[in-house]
């Protein structure tokens, strides 16, 4: 087992063996493959699954469908996943630091875990399970037993899952379905362990373009650790850069000017004008 994974020893049909429970960011037999990704930009990665998947869940009758995955940012709102078309829809966002889950077939149904905040930069498990419920699951230590949950009952006749929900968008959604979230926006920062209906979709499988803003890995700059505003200026982390939100009467990216009153008098063609440094 690699990169710590832990080793579990087996014995089944008169033989030893073992299993390999993976950390976080790893996958496979081994743990040897790497599950990270980042957006460094907001964008869309879109997975179309195979229709075959979807009659074999049905017939089996598990789960109808299901996403789960990690997440760190510190951008208060932005897409996590979006499946389904204009009409029918199943999504999860970020809206002002909570997590957002909206399901939409013949009615409407959505889930907030509010008053958890979830855009400190930290890593953070979450997974919506639409079955004969639609339910939105986070991982978290302030949390009962560690996880916390809100569900709604679907009725009957709702259930079967529908062949839009086989078009899966990850860290945002093309216009219009964007329109249909709160935050309309794509996601910048880090995702792992991403697995649609209980299948893992590993980095190295994703439809990644030259252009796109999608990268392996989670390389993450901490703004705010070198306290970069002065004067008592509020360091904003934005991922991929910082803002000062300066007090007065200072100013500037870094807080470190302080703001003189300018005096312009100006009398018929003779311009002229003395600086109150008070």
């Not at 990665?45 to 997440?71: C, D, H, K, T, Y």
Request: proline residues 5%; hydrophobic residues 35%; contains cysteine.
């Amino acid at each position: 087992c690699q990169n710590e994974a832990l080793c579990i020893p087996t014995y089944q049909a008169e033989s030893h063996g073992h299993l390999c429970q993976c950390q976080p960011g790893f996958y496979d037999a081994t743990c040897s493959t790497p599950t990270t990704f980042s957006f460094a930009s907001r964008g869309y990665l879109l997975i179309e699954l195979p229709v075959n998947n979807q009659s074999r869940r049905e017939v089996a009758g598990e789960q109808l469908a299901s996403v789960s995955l990690r997440f760190r940012t510190t951008l208060p709102s932005a897409i996590l996943f979006y499946r389904g078309h204009e009409a029918e829809y199943l999504f999860l966002e970020l809206l002002d630091g909570i997590l957002r889950t909206e399901l939409k077939r013949q009615d409407e149904y959505l889930l907030l875990l509010e008053e958890l905040r979830v855009d400190d930069g930290h890593w953070h498990k979450v997974e919506v399970v639409l079955q004969n419920t639609v339910q939105l699951k986070l991982w978290h230590d302030s949390c009962d037993a560690g996880v916390c949950m809100q569900s709604s009952p679907i009725p009957h006749n709702a259930t079967p899952i529908p062949h839009a929900f086989l078009s899966v968008y990850i860290g945002g959604a093309q216009d219009p379905l964007a329109n249909n979230t709160q935050s309309q926006q794509g996601f910048v920062g880090c995702l792992e362990d991403l697995q649609v209906d209980a299948e893992a979709v590993l980095p190295v499988a994703l439809p990644v373009s030259e252009v796109s803003s999608v990268t392996q890995g989670c390389d993450r700059t901490e703004w705010c650790l070198s306290e970069p505003c002065f004067h008592g200026g509020l360091c904003v982390d934005l991922w991929t850069t910082f803002r000062c939100d300066c007090l007065r009467p200072y100013g500037g990216p870094a807080c470190s000017y302080g703001k003189c009153h300018v005096i312009y008098i100006c009398q018929l063609l003779c311009h002229w004008c003395f600086r109150d440094t008070r």
